[in-house]
């Protein structure tokens, strides 16, 4: 059982370049969620889904754009990637919205 | 609007106790949770208590709230090496239940 699992696990961008993290989980959750982690700030929601076929803003949704194709899949990606965007981001996921969320082990984003 | 705040570092010394802190600001979080990050991994769930709680015990770890202080604390008893993570409090609140709001974290390091 895998759990919740990210890819890659590192990448290194240039200034404008795009990019998809693919964020898979096999537990049949319904909700899926996206994060990012930088250095003194804990973690900040950027776009979560409900289900199949939805997707809803987070606290920090700019610059980011997700899909929700199919249950087990969450897709994240940079349209032009930004040196702000550097950071290290978490899939997560959950069976309900106020259950335990799983998290995958992390994608770490370098923008040059 | 909701804020979650921990101090970033605590040095604990091999079998004592730690006692790690968090408060946070909205009164009508129903959730707390505690995760924890090893390093180079993703958060894992150790606890949590529901809000009408004042205490909940399991086997090494101990949670407090005070929810008049709006504070939480996670004791671990006889810290080990494998203590050693950063630590995340984390609310929920009864509406808009999907998000999460995360402390910044705290870095626990052994002393031998």
């Known amino acids: 059982n895998a759990g919740v699992t990210q890819t890659p696990k590192f990448r290194v961008l240039k200034t404008g370049q795009s990019m998809t993290l693919l964020c898979a989980q096999d537990?049949?959750?319904?909700?899926m969620y996206w994060y990012r982690q930088d250095p003194g700030m804990g973690l900040r929601l950027i776009h979560y889904?409900?289900?199949?076929?939805?997707?809803a803003k987070g606290e920090v949704p700019d610059g980011y754009n997700v899909s929700r194709l199919k249950k087990q899949n969450f897709l994240l990606g940079l349209e032009s990637a930004a040196p702000s965007q550097t950071s290290v981001y978490f899939c997560?996921?959950?069976?309900?919205?106020?259950?335990?969320?799983?998290f995958g082990p992390g994608t770490r984003l370098t923008v040059l | 609007g909701e804020d979650v705040e921990q101090s970033l570092f605590l040095s604990v010394r091999e079998g004592d106790s730690s006692v790690i802190n968090c408060t946070y600001t909205?009164?009508?979080?129903?959730?707390l949770y505690w995760y924890k990050q090893e390093p180079g991994a993703g958060l894992q769930l150790l606890t949590y208590?529901?809000?009408?709680?004042d205490m909940k015990q399991d086997q090494r770890l101990t949670v407090l709230l005070n929810k008049k202080d709006k504070h939480l604390s996670l004791r671990i008893a006889d810290t080990q090496t494998g203590d050693s993570a950063i630590y995340f409090c984390?609310?929920?609140?009864?509406?808009?239940?999907?998000?999460?709001?995360f402390g910044t974290g705290t870095r626990l390091t052994i002393i031998p």
């Open positions: 997560a996921s959950s069976s309900q919205g106020g259950d335990t969320q799983y």
């Open positions: 537990m049949n959750h319904e909700y």
């Open positions: 889904s409900v289900g199949e076929g939805t997707t």
């Open positions: 909205d009164s009508s979080s129903t959730y």
């Open positions: 208590i529901f809000s009408n709680m």
């Open positions: 984390a609310e929920r609140l009864s509406f808009g239940n999907e998000k999460l709001t």
